[in-house]
């Protein structure tokens, strides 16, 4: 079990509740790491969205990061990701949001979407895009997209992809070979960008990552833990190669929300069936050999 200090902002102790705490100032977030995560927030649409209590805890979250990506937003309205962003930005931080097409062999469409801090991270648009899989092979293609961290000089910034997936639960083995591919592709897709995190639902752990080990340097974030709400399945992870991503920083988390909120497993699985998973990366591509801890660091919450 991975041990680091405790973030204030994200330390939240206490007897369980059945309301989440009130809406806080907003989250000062360490100088010297860039948090990103990734979190299903199972079904997330209009009947979500209406729930007072679970969209306070949902905005809570997110302003702990840098980047959020969600999985399972399953909406007929086009607005529940600029409404939610409109929440979490009603305590005066400065998100935004990237989201891609509604995707799914069945009629129960999903999209993918990534919220990000834009006080610390520059999106290049003109990056995003679903990964072809003119096979079928994947039941919802991954959602890319490319950021970079605000730092000065801007030529020192990390940039990096980030590729957004939820596996069908029922085609692990054959999704995760076929992901193994659309990594390597990323890898490659521009000749200045080397730095690729694949995050996302899995619904497989680490045990299951056989396919992943081809890639040089592979190596993944969340090991030892559970990631579902119910404390009880490991499916959620954010995967990279070394040493092209040296910018990991070794912090890595699971946000689980009874412990961090003081909220009952029934509030929870209102808010989703899984936690939110997280990894601590260097804002700069020249990251120091002997970089000092975190001025902030999340806690490692199980």
Not at 176 to 204: C, H, K, W, Y
Request: charged fraction near 20%; hydrophobic fraction near 40%.
């Amino acid at each position: 079990m991975l041990a680091v200090a405790c973030l204030a902002a994200l330390a939240i102790s206490g007897v369980a509740r059945s309301q989440p705490p009130p809406a806080a100032a907003p989250v000062a977030k360490p100088w010297d790491a860039v948090l990103i995560a990734s979190f299903n927030i199972q079904v997330f649409g209009e009947s979500k969205m209406a729930k007072r209590q679970v969209v306070e805890v949902l905005t809570r979250v997110i302003r702990k990061f840098d980047i959020v990506a969600i999985q399972e937003v399953r909406a007929k309205s086009d607005d529940i990701i600029p409404s939610f962003v409109r929440a979490v930005n009603a305590d005066g931080s400065r998100y935004h949001y990237v989201i891609g097409p509604r995707e799914g062999r069945t009629v129960s469409k999903e999209q993918y979407t990534f919220v990000y801090d834009t006080d610390r991270i520059e999106v290049d648009a003109s990056s995003l895009g679903v990964v072809p899989d003119p096979q079928g092979k994947l039941h919802r293609p991954p959602l890319h997209v490319r950021f970079r961290t605000r730092v000065t000089p801007a030529d020192q910034a990390f940039t990096f992809w980030l590729v957004d997936i939820h596996t069908d639960p029922d085609e692990v083995p054959q999704e995760l070979e076929a992901l193994t591919g659309v990594f390597q592709s990323m890898q490659t897709l521009r000749p200045d960008e080397d730095d690729v995190i694949l995050l996302g639902d899995l619904n497989a752990g680490p045990a299951e990552f056989s396919s992943f080990k081809r890639i040089p340097g592979i190596g993944w974030a969340v090991s030892g833990t559970t990631t579902n709400t119910r404390r009880s399945k490991t499916y959620d992870n954010l995967v990279f190669a070394r040493p092209a991503t040296a910018e990991y920083l070794g912090q890595w988390g699971v946000l689980d929300l009874q412990n961090t909120f003081g909220i009952p497993l029934d509030a929870a699985l209102e808010v989703s069936d899984h936690n939110p998973v997280w990894a601590a990366f260097y804002p700069t591509e020249s990251r120091p050999a002997l970089s000092m801890p975190l001025a902030q660091q999340p806690a490692v919450v199980r």
